[in-house]
């Protein structure tokens, strides 16, 4: 079993910035894609962005231009940084690495939370 870990949240006015971290147990992210969602209160996980085993990564379009992921195998780590954060950015955010080629798996972080103030 791999566990998956999310840390950097936190409390951030509108306009600042925050950078999470996805660590892995095991060295799982270059074979997967790895992806960060979000879940606020009374709505549905979303997808933010997602990084792909070639690197390819890819935005929700709430978040292009102002929300970057990255990888670094040699960490086991994931990252998001979160610029320019809106109040509607709110939310649990959330890791996930899966791979749908064998050998398959899809293992999710526990979240952290993000809270953008106005």
């Known amino acids: 079993q791999v566990q998956l870990v999310e840390s950097g949240g936190g409390l951030v006015q509108a306009g600042g910035s925050l950078r999470l971290s996805c660590v892995a147990s095991?060295?799982?992210?270059?074979?997967?894609?790895v992806g960060w969602y979000r879940q606020a209160p009374g709505k549905q996980r979303e997808l933010v962005a997602t990084i792909a085993s070639d690197g390819s990564t890819s935005y929700a379009d709430s978040v292009k231009g102002r929300f970057t992921i990255s990888r670094d195998n040699a960490k086991n780590t994931v990252y998001l940084q979160m610029n320019s954060l809106r109040p509607e950015d709110t939310a649990v955010y959330y890791c996930?690495?899966?791979?749908?080629?064998?050998?398959?798996?899809?293992?999710w972080g526990q979240g952290t939370q993000v809270t953008v103030s106005a």
């Open positions: 095991r060295s799982i992210f270059s074979i997967s894609t």
């Open positions: 996930k690495s899966a791979r749908i080629l064998n050998p398959r798996f899809e293992y």
